[in-house]
């Protein structure tokens, strides 16, 4: 990639909700640092100006592009090191830029949770972007920052202790946030995909859906899908929405990384109900709504209430609630020597707007400053920026990371 770039870093989609405050979090956190690089892009100048009005000042560049005009998106990804966009679904909005990026060697990260159209940028772009020496990082918010990068900190942890890791289950122990616009948005277009190509729905359901093709197979079966009493925790368990993208990410970082976590490796994720007939009954309460989410077919009429009750793409809670908000994952480890150990990754904000807009931004600025590894590729967020990443995400993301052997 050409060091000689206009800008490190470039926000496409600032002028939606996600965008606005990443733009505002890059504003407070970097504008007084020289060293930073950064405009905000989308096609609505007029729209541009209001955001940057209200989270930033004239000393940040505008640029437009259209999602439709593949003139416009080629001109702003020569002018930046690094594209961050939220301008999803991404399987609608999402495939030029990339193609652009890799063509012409810009670093690319987005919130993408869209399993089929990630296949997708494997399949098309990966050997390209490895030729070019571009990383293209998916998954770079709550889903799949805290699941990819918690597995990465402890796989790390147990190296220190000579300890090989067997498996691995995720729990999420406790959140406060609610799901996205733009997330169920995204959701919607998997599922409605999913209906109409065969292909697709075998990516979406295959635990390995995401691997290099001809390693797409191993110990792991399928997300859970019902409320069940899980022994390594002790607790009632239920289905966890973000699963089905998170445990894909972790299973591709494994494999690009040459299996450092072995070829054997078991990971799944669920969340927490808790104990006797009160957790049984919260998992039932807790996965009524994702069932309902994920089985609302395209213009049913179950499909409009839900349409009617969640965010629409680009709209969110107030700061108040944001900074309310919170998740708290366990990660219960097992070790091949049959000893155990229990991780931790907290968030300081709510998952969907305010933790996954400060774990983007850090990601973006990582990719653009950081000395990072020569990996490339359709990666992953761990793959992509490890060690950088990790320290970056505690130091400025409000993210915690602990292990205890038990």
Not at 94 to 119: F, N, P
Not at 357 to 386: F, R, W, Y
Request: aromatic share 8%.
């Amino acid at each position: 990639m050409s060091k000689e770039r206009e800008f490190d870093v470039v926000i496409w989609g600032s002028s939606g909700f996600t965008g606005s405050l990443v733009s505002e979090y890059i504003f407070k956190n970097y504008s007084k640092s020289k060293n930073l690089k950064w405009a905000i892009a989308g096609r609505n100048l007029n729209k541009l100006k209001q955001i940057r009005n209200k989270v930033a000042d004239d000393s940040v560049s505008i640029l437009i592009a259209d999602s439709n005009d593949e003139s416009s998106i080629v001109s702003m990804v020569k002018k930046t090191k690094v594209i961050c966009t939220t301008v999803g679904p991404y399987a609608k909005y999402g495939s030029k830029l990339v193609k652009a990026c890799v063509d012409h060697g810009t670093h690319y990260c987005d919130l993408a949770g869209e399993v089929q159209w990630i296949r997708k940028m494997i399949d098309n772009h990966h050997a390209d972007a490895i030729s070019n020496s571009v990383k293209i990082v998916n998954c770079c918010g709550f889903d799949s920052i805290p699941s990819d990068m918690g597995v990465y900190f402890i796989q790390k942890e147990s190296k220190k202790m000579n300890k090989s890791i067997k498996k691995i289950e995720m729990r999420v122990a406790g959140a406060k946030g609610g799901i996205s616009g733009g997330t169920y948005e995204s959701l919607s277009n998997v599922n409605k995909e999913a209906l109409n190509d065969n292909e697709v729905l075998k990516t979406v359901i295959n635990p390995y859906g995401l691997n290099p093709i001809g390693e797409q197979d191993g110990p792991d079966n399928y997300d859970l899908r019902k409320v069940i009493y899980d022994k390594t925790s002790q607790n009632w368990i239920g289905p966890f929405i973000m699963a089905a993208i998170n445990t894909k990410i972790v299973r591709r970082s494994n494999a690009l990384s040459g299996y450092s976590y072995g070829k054997d490796f078991e990971y799944d994720e669920a969340t927490l109900g808790g104990k006797g007939f009160m957790g049984r009954f919260k998992s039932i309460l807790m996965s009524i709504p994702i069932a309902i989410v994920m089985l609302a077919k395209p213009e049913s009429f179950i499909k409009k209430i839900v349409d009617k009750i969640l965010p629409k793409a680009g709209e969110g809670p107030s700061k108040i609630d944001r900074e309310n908000g919170y998740y708290n994952l366990r990660f219960y480890v097992t070790y091949k020597d049959g000893s155990k150990a229990i991780a931790k990754v907290t968030g300081d904000m709510d998952p969907g707007y305010g933790s996954t807009s400060k774990m983007l931004s850090e990601s973006a600025i990582c990719l653009a400053k950081d000395n990072l590894d020569t990996i490339s590729g359709v990666i992953t967020p761990s793959t992509a920026m490890g060690d950088f990443l990790l320290d970056r995400l505690v130091k400025n993301s409000g993210l915690t990371f602990d292990i205890k052997n038990l």
